[in-house]
């Protein structure tokens, strides 16, 4: 039961071939922007990730990244800390438009009942947790209106099922990214 709003920005959980993996792209040095493991990103012109914004189309998941840092020692990590000076900077993203990842709603989700599937609906970004590095954004918990194009299409719920007022005010719902920017857009229903 998710009692309380805990977000953790996006979790793959599936994908309809059984394959899930992360591809590699790359992200400017210093980069002032912090990016955690499950925060949408967005791919720029210039062929470097970066933080996906509320409305923006989306190339995927970030799922960590290596570089060599400036001192010269080779790092792993989970996530971007922002404005890091780096080399041979390699950051794997989920970017599959048929991977289903799970999220949690960022606020009472009272919309969020069996009628929501197939609804849309934008995340709210958040900062990263500095300790953790894992990302603290949460689908918006407003859906956008019929026929028109949110980030995420909603397809089911997570294993605590639709809203409740009394045990699950904050339910995880399962997405797929409806605004990919290798995709055609589709409008929600």
């Known amino acids: ?89 390699k950051a794997y993203v989920y970017d599959d438009a048929d991977n289903l990842f799970e999220v949690q709603v960022a606020a009472t989700g009272t919309g969020y009942v069996q009628t929501a599937i197939g609804a849309q609906a934008n995340l709210v970004f958040n900062a990263p947790n500095a300790t953790t590095g894992q990302s603290t954004s949460a689908l918006n918990a407003t859906l956008i209106a019929a026929a028109s194009q949110g980030q ?17 005010p904050f339910p995880t719902v399962l997405v797929k990214i409806a605004q990919h920017q290798f995709v055609a857009n589709k409008t929600a229903i």
């Open 152 to 168: 995420f299409r909603i397809v089911g719920f997570g294993p605590e099922g639709i809203y409740d007022a009394t045990t699950n």
């Open 1 to 89: 039961m998710a009692l309380t709003a805990s977000p953790f920005g996006l979790v793959l959980r599936n994908n309809a071939t059984g394959q899930s993996r992360a591809n590699q792209y790359t992200i400017g040095s210093t980069y002032g922007s912090a990016i955690g493991y499950g925060d949408a990103v967005l791919l720029n012109t210039d062929g470097t990730l970066n933080i996906a914004t509320a409305g923006a189309d989306i190339i995927g998941v970030f799922a960590g990244c290596e570089y060599i840092d400036a001192s010269g020692k080779p790092t792993v990590s989970k996530n971007w800390v922002a404005g890091t000076t780096a080399t041979n900077i």
